[in-house]
């Protein structure tokens, strides 16, 4: 497959060097005028491209566009989501460096910054690729430019292949995935699509359907100040409740003793003295019954507490924060399988991984439409020593291609083979 490498290259480092870093605190849609200025290059871009039904909404800041469809069989239409906005590091002056047929000896990224395949392995499998490093003290912004690049390396080979038989196919450029608000906006009937695809971080072949379900609880405690020479009997110790609280959470479902498809508590903050005490702690668990029962968990522990000490002394209020698409894509396997016939075309092993966050995805599925996550080809996402290169974006454009091609035969003999992990 003859995917313009050139191209992908030049618009991921015209891209990169746009500050588009999100804030969480900002108001505004996008949440940073950067993004917005990234958001009209790339509509740009697509009225370039021959791309059809562009659009932007102010509202939501997602920039839509269609690749027709050149098959005359029945085939539902698909998408692939990026996102604009990059981590909150500095993304100030990024200069993209291009080191061409990389050697894997070390790379000085300026005085305090070297890139070395001593401390990051994964750099040995880059070895002979065109490799793109910031230039010290900014991240690159591989994520999620990287995803970008690659979906419109897909684009430019299947608008210059008509010949190629493909459904519609949606691109969905997004803002402020960093701080989780870009997707939770998301209009999707903007979106016409049966199911997607975020690219957004990972490494080639893997794929992502699901990612933590994720909570917050705000617990606290009301004591009772008595002067502690009367206080025999009387006195109750605010304090010393949280203490007791966060001394029955369990030992090992915390953190930094969870892997893989473990989930934790985290307490992430405690403050109090004898009149009142408060403890924030967030909840993180991949299965949706686990989940359930680590939220009751929390409510019982404080009921446990109130029985002790009176009732009403201590409260607990949860908040969802975002759910896990497994459920979703498990009763629609066909999403996953048909990458996993992809991947076997292109002779990429797949792999699932449990995606230890959130993705733009959780929230895309939740409003109905089944979004696993791919991968962008990038690594060391979020600080200086990220990269990515031009091969495995190109390789992501490939990916895109073959699943768009693929749909078109799988369609109606739909592997429905149940998703293990
Ligand atoms: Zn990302």
């Not at 010290?136 to 979906?151: E, M, P, S, V, W």
């Not at 005490?277 to 299965?287: H, Q, T, Y």
């Not at 600080?383 to 290169?389: A, I, K, L």
Request: aromatic share 10%; net charge negative; with cysteine.
């Amino acid at each position: 497959m003859n995917i313009d490498q050139k191209y992908i290259q030049d618009k991921f480092i015209e891209y990169c060097e746009v500050d588009t870093r999100s804030y969480f605190e900002s108001e505004t849609v996008p949440t940073s005028v950067g993004q917005a200025e990234l958001l009209q290059l790339l509509k740009q871009e697509l009225l370039e491209l021959g791309l059809s039904q562009i659009s932007y909404s102010p509202k939501d800041a997602y920039l839509l566009g269609k690749i027709p469809a050149t098959t005359s069989k029945k085939v539902t239409a698909i998408g692939f989501v990026a996102h604009v906005d990059t981590a909150d590091y500095n993304s100030k002056n990024i200069k993209v460096r291009v080191h061409k047929n990389y050697d894997g000896r070390d790379i000085r990224l300026d005085k305090s910054h070297v890139l070395s395949s001593k401390q990051f392995p994964s750099l040995k499998k880059v070895i002979g690729h065109t490799l793109l490093t910031a230039s010290g003290d900014t991240l690159l912004g591989a994520d999620d430019k990287a995803g970008i690049a690659g979906a419109l390396g897909m684009a430019k080979y299947l608008l210059s292949h008509p010949e190629i038989e493909h459904g519609d196919i949606w691109l969905a450029f997004g803002p402020d995935e960093e701080i989780g608000k870009g997707a939770a906006r998301f209009d999707v009937k903007r979106f016409p699509v049966e199911f997607a695809y975020t690219l957004d971080n990972g490494d080639i072949g893997d794929i992502a359907y699901e990612t933590f379900n994720a909570a917050s609880a705000t617990v606290t405690f009301a004591g009772t100040v008595v002067h502690p020479g009367e206080a025999y009997g009387l006195m109750v110790n605010a304090g010393l409740m949280a203490n007791e609280f966060i001394a029955a959470l369990p030992k090992d479902f915390v953190p930094e003793k969870s892997k893989g498809y473990d989930g934790f508590y985290l307490v992430t903050d405690f403050s109090g003295n004898v009149d009142q005490a408060m403890v924030n702690l967030i909840i993180r668990s991949f299965d949706t019954e686990d989940f359930l029962a680590r939220k009751q968990f929390l409510k019982t522990l404080a009921n446990k507490i109130n029985a002790k000490y009176g009732k009403g002394r201590v409260k607990i209020e949860m908040r969802d924060q975002y759910k896990s698409p497994g459920d979703l894509i498990k009763q629609n396997p066909y999403v996953v399988n048909l990458v996993h016939h992809a991947y076997k075309q292109l002779n990429i092993t797949a792999k699932h991984i449990p995606f230890r966050g959130g993705t733009d995805g959780d929230f895309i599925s939740e409003k109905g439409i089944p979004t696993p996550n791919l991968f962008n080809g990038g690594a060391n996402f979020h600080g200086p020593y990220e990269y990515v290169t031009i091969e495995n974006m190109a390789k992501l454009s490939e990916v895109l291609v073959e699943i768009s091609k693929l749909h078109v035969h799988l369609n109606d003999c739909r592997d429905e083979t149940p998703l293990k992990r």
